[in-house]
């Protein structure tokens, strides 16, 4: 890295720390270390939003995908809209009427504990798998710069967003999320600018070159279930970001911390939405990088042809200008720290509310209170740190966290559609619709391990695996509660 580069790096990563930890004397409560004070403009909840969606994943692994193939990832974009309207429509009026910390806390007055402790496990497990891809692709890009160890980075990188996010609590996490959002948009663009001004025949080139090689296509719009289809990642799309937008801790502590329920729906829709054409830039990245290195004007190394996660980091290493290198490093990290300081402080509290207080014989003190929410949120990092250093060897990030996210996330939304729209769904019916989607996660996941690539499970793509499961549970869960029914002229699904 050159002089200047390492100088902007520094002063971003010295500079967000400082300025998140400095929010250290308001965390008093646990509340305030969960939700903040309610004087949170929405701005800044909105980008909040965006933050802790847009990630690393976003920021490396889907340039990287498009270079390799094309614009199919953006369909999961695509699908954006429709979840948010629903989760603003229903979700977040619900969230604000039980005014709970956790997003789980609805759950148990509906279907009893084991309810509540089955998804917020479920969430715990995705923290986990998400906080510990993006280290990992936080250490693929600065491994790259400056050639360091890539575990010596994970284990640096994850105690400095521990640092911040254990001492500046939840307004540290929004407001460094709002400032990293800003700057990850902003070294998006500037890259992008400047790959459409290094081709050797101008812009235009970038799109002819791409054209030609059917960079842009949306994928294949044909009805096979077993490959990523257009229709197979619209469909997952919409199930997971229900799933992220509806029933996520990581968002509905951002609707409880808004002012009104006006100001959450807002935050929540207009903080969805940003990501759609933020990711389009991303998406286009990936597509302008093929163009470059395929019209001349630079040549990529040969063993980076099929690590598509390596890709962009080597293009801001060694094509980007003094300057823009380390205002992109910089936003790499702003796209990865906002989510993973926010994984760690909602999963504290998700351990603090669903757990140790929920289980407590006795009364717990505040005092008590905070000492768990920094203990549980140190646990979080170091779990992360270690499934980043077990992903080491993957060839994509992005289709590896998409599976694994589809995977420990499979049961979670069926249960809470059963809960806030089947009022006749009882808690037997919902633990026996839980257990066939257990079943058909594990099947679509495990079979094709002990039983090779031809099996039944092999025919449908491992997108699916939260779709099948979520439509088992809540299917099993109410016309279990149909047969079992006496008084059948009260069944019906309700509204939230």
Same mark, same amino acid.
């Given at each position: 890295?050159?002089?200047?580069?390492?100088?902007?790096?520094?002063?971003?990563?010295?500079?967000?720390?400082?300025?998140?930890?400095?929010?250290?004397?308001?965390?008093?409560?646990?509340?305030?270390?969960?939700?903040?004070?309610?004087?949170?403009?929405?701005?800044?909840?909105?980008?909040?939003?965006?933050?802790?969606?847009?990630?690393?994943?976003?920021?490396?692994?889907?340039?990287?995908?498009?270079?390799?193939?094309?614009? *199919?990832?953006?369909?999961?974009?695509? +699908?954006?809209? =429709? #979840? /948010?309207?629903?989760?603003?429509?229903?979700? @977040?009026?619900? &969230?604000?009427?039980?005014?709970?910390?956790?997003?789980?806390?609805?759950?148990?007055?509906?279907?009893?504990?084991?309810?509540?402790?089955?998804?917020?496990?479920?969430?715990?497990?995705?923290?986990?798998?998400?906080?510990?891809?993006?280290?990992?692709?936080?250490?693929?890009?600065?491994?790259?710069?400056?050639?360091?160890?890539?575990?010596?980075?994970?284990?640096?990188?994850?105690?400095?967003?521990?640092?911040?996010?254990?001492?500046?609590?939840?307004?540290?996490?929004?407001?460094?999320?709002?400032?990293?959002?800003?700057?990850?948009?902003?070294?998006?663009?500037?890259?992008?600018?400047?790959?459409?001004?290094?081709?050797?025949?101008?812009?235009?080139?970038?799109?002819?070159?791409?054209?030609? *090689?059917?960079?842009?296509?949306?994928? +294949?719009?044909? =009805? #096979? /279930?077993?490959?990523?289809?257009?229709?197979? @990642?619209?469909? &997952?799309?919409?199930?997971?970001?229900?799933?992220?937008?509806?029933?996520?801790?990581?968002?509905?502590?951002?609707?409880?911390?808004?002012?009104?329920?006006?100001?959450?729906?807002?935050?929540?829709?207009?903080?969805?939405?940003?990501?759609?054409?933020?990711?389009?830039?991303?998406?286009?990245?990936?597509?302008?990088?093929?163009?470059?290195?395929?019209?001349?004007?630079?040549?990529?190394?040969?063993?980076?042809?099929?690590?598509?996660?390596?890709?962009?980091?080597?293009?801001?290493?060694?094509?980007?200008?003094?300057?823009?290198?380390?205002?992109?490093?910089?936003?790499?990290?702003?796209?990865?720290?906002?989510?993973?300081?926010?994984?760690?402080?909602?999963?504290?509290?998700?351990?603090?509310?669903?757990?140790?207080?929920?289980?407590?014989?006795?009364? =717990? #003190?505040?005092?008590?209170?905070?000492?768990?929410?920094?203990?549980?949120?140190?646990?979080?990092?170091?779990?992360?740190?270690?499934?980043?250093?077990?992903?080491?060897?993957?060839?994509?990030?992005?289709?590896?966290?998409?599976?694994?996210?589809?995977?420990?996330?499979?049961?979670?939304?069926?249960?809470?559609?059963?809960?806030?729209?089947?009022?006749?769904?009882?808690?037997?019916?919902?633990?026996?619709?839980?257990?066939?989607?257990?079943?058909?996660?594990?099947?679509?996941?495990?079979?094709?391990?002990?039983?090779?690539?031809?099996?039944?499970?092999?025919?449908?793509?491992?997108?699916?695996?939260?779709?099948?499961?979520?439509?088992?549970?809540?299917?099993?869960?109410?016309?279990?509660?149909?047969?079992?029914?006496?008084?059948?002229?009260?069944?019906?699904?309700?509204?939230?």
């Amino acid at each position: 890295m050159r002089l200047i580069d390492i100088i902007v790096f520094i002063v971003y990563l010295v500079g967000i720390t400082i300025y998140g930890s400095s929010f250290f004397k308001k965390n008093r409560t646990s509340d305030s270390y969960s939700l903040g004070s309610s004087n949170i403009p929405a701005w800044v909840i909105s980008m909040s939003i965006f933050a802790t969606f847009v990630s690393s994943i976003s920021f490396l692994a889907l340039p990287g995908n498009a270079y390799l193939s094309n614009w *199919n990832a953006f369909v999961f974009s695509l +699908s954006i809209p =429709v #979840s /948010l309207t629903i989760a603003v429509k229903y979700f @977040v009026p619900l &969230y604000r009427k039980i005014n709970s910390p956790s997003a789980y806390t609805f759950l148990e007055t509906r279907f009893g504990p084991w309810a509540r402790i089955y998804v917020s496990s479920c969430y715990l497990l995705t923290q986990i798998m998400r906080v510990g891809t993006i280290l990992y692709l936080l250490a693929l890009t600065l491994n790259a710069v400056v050639g360091w160890d890539i575990v010596t980075i994970i284990v640096v990188t994850g105690l400095t967003v521990t640092l911040y996010s254990l001492l500046g609590g939840f307004e540290a996490v929004v407001w460094t999320d709002a400032i990293q959002g800003i700057i990850l948009i902003g070294g998006a663009l500037a890259t992008l600018v400047y790959i459409f001004f290094a081709m050797p025949e101008g812009p235009g080139q970038v799109f002819s070159i791409a054209a030609k *090689n059917n960079k842009f296509d949306l994928g +294949s719009f044909g =009805v #096979s /279930l077993s490959e990523p289809t257009f229709w197979v @990642v619209l469909v &997952y799309g919409i199930f997971i970001n229900l799933q992220n937008y509806g029933i996520d801790q990581n968002y509905v502590q951002r609707y409880m911390a808004s002012k009104t329920e006006k100001e959450a729906k807002k935050s929540a829709f207009w903080g969805g939405m940003i990501y759609v054409p933020v990711s389009l830039v991303f998406i286009f990245i990936g597509t302008a990088l093929y163009s470059f290195y395929h019209s001349g004007a630079a040549t990529l190394p040969e063993d980076l042809l099929g690590k598509s996660d390596r890709i962009f980091p080597y293009f801001i290493v060694n094509q980007l200008p003094a300057g823009l290198t380390g205002l992109l490093i910089a936003s790499v990290f702003a796209a990865g720290m906002s989510t993973i300081s926010t994984g760690f402080n909602s999963s504290a509290t998700v351990f603090l509310t669903d757990y140790y207080r929920r289980f407590s014989t006795k009364p =717990v #003190s505040e005092k008590k209170a905070l000492r768990i929410l920094y203990l549980s949120s140190l646990i979080i990092s170091i779990l992360g740190m270690g499934v980043a250093v077990a992903m080491i060897n993957v060839k994509s990030a992005l289709d590896a966290w998409w599976q694994l996210a589809s995977i420990f996330s499979g049961g979670m939304l069926g249960i809470f559609l059963l809960a806030a729209f089947s009022r006749v769904t009882k808690s037997a019916h919902a633990l026996a619709g839980t257990i066939a989607g257990i079943l058909v996660i594990l099947w679509m996941s495990l079979s094709p391990l002990i039983w090779g690539d031809d099996t039944l499970a092999t025919r449908f793509h491992s997108f699916l695996t939260i779709v099948f499961a979520t439509a088992t549970i809540f299917f099993i869960g109410f016309f279990s509660a149909v047969l079992f029914q006496k008084n059948k002229s009260k069944i019906r699904l309700t509204k939230v």
